[in-house]
């Protein structure tokens, strides 16, 4: 069955380095998200991507982070200067075009900020 | 704004056993799609079962079913015969009918003593 592929599984970064996260979605899916899970906490919504742009984003995703789908098969998350807070888990998830139908979700990367 | 709300933050259960899940959820909308998730130890989020609001059946999935209470807002999940495989968090989640994002509760975790 086609799965969400994540890389890292672990990223260790030093605060106010970049990051960037890479997520290959399902092959035949249109919208793409990225979520976070800090330790112990609920899933979080950071945004979604369809039709190379941005179609919804939380308060969660300000300046500092941003989405790229550089090639037609990666989705990419950048996070321009890490803070302590960012150290979470890390969901890439895609889904297919029919409306309803559910995400699928990759591993994730644990990116822990020093 | 949706919140989606998981009263037992833990919940154990013998092995052949049946458990039921609750999860209630609040939105002013009519229109919506239910989900629960599983997250094994693993990490990756898999997808149990799938409720769309407008369906007065309550899905089921072999061991899996819910029981969907649109004017209470509640959406349980039963597992029957419980496994050792089904330890796991469960993750309630709620979809707004032509919102991208996820809405996710705390979870439950789940164990299955042998």
């Known amino acids: 069955e086609p799965e969400v592929t994540q890389t890292p599984s672990h990223q260790v970064t030093q605060m106010g380095q970049e990051v960037i996260l890479r997520c290959v979605p399902i092959s035949n899916h249109l919208y793409f998200y990225w979520y976070r899970q800090i330790l112990g906490q609920k899933v979080e919504f950071l945004v979604s991507f369809y039709n190379n742009e941005i179609s919804e984003k939380s308060e969660i995703f300000d300046d500092q982070f941003s989405v790229e789908r550089p090639d037609g098969s990666n989705f990419t998350l950048k996070i321009r200067s890490t803070k302590l807070e960012d150290s979470a888990m890390y969901f890439c998830?895609?889904?297919?075009?029919?409306?309803?139908?559910?995400?699928?979700f990759g591993d994730g990367t644990r990116l822990s900020i020093l | 704004a949706q919140t989606v709300t998981q009263s037992q933050p833990e919940m154990s259960v013998q092995e052949a056993e049946t458990v039921t899940l609750s999860c209630t959820y609040d939105t002013s909308e009519s229109n919506y799609y239910l989900f629960w998730y599983k997250q094994p130890p693993s990490r990756q989020m898999i997808l149990v079962i799938r409720?769309?609001?407008?369906?007065?059946q309550n899905a089921t999935e072999n061991r899996f079913s819910v029981n969907f209470q649109k004017a209470a807002k509640s959406f349980s999940l039963k597992i029957s015969d419980s496994q050792l495989g089904d330890t796991a968090m469960y993750f309630c989640a709620f979809m707004n009918f032509g919102n991208e994002k996820l809405t996710f509760g705390t979870g439950t975790r789940l164990t299955i003593i042998p």
């Open positions: 409720q769309e609001a407008y369906k007065q």
């Open positions: 998830a895609s889904r297919a075009g029919r409306a309803g139908q559910p995400q699928h």
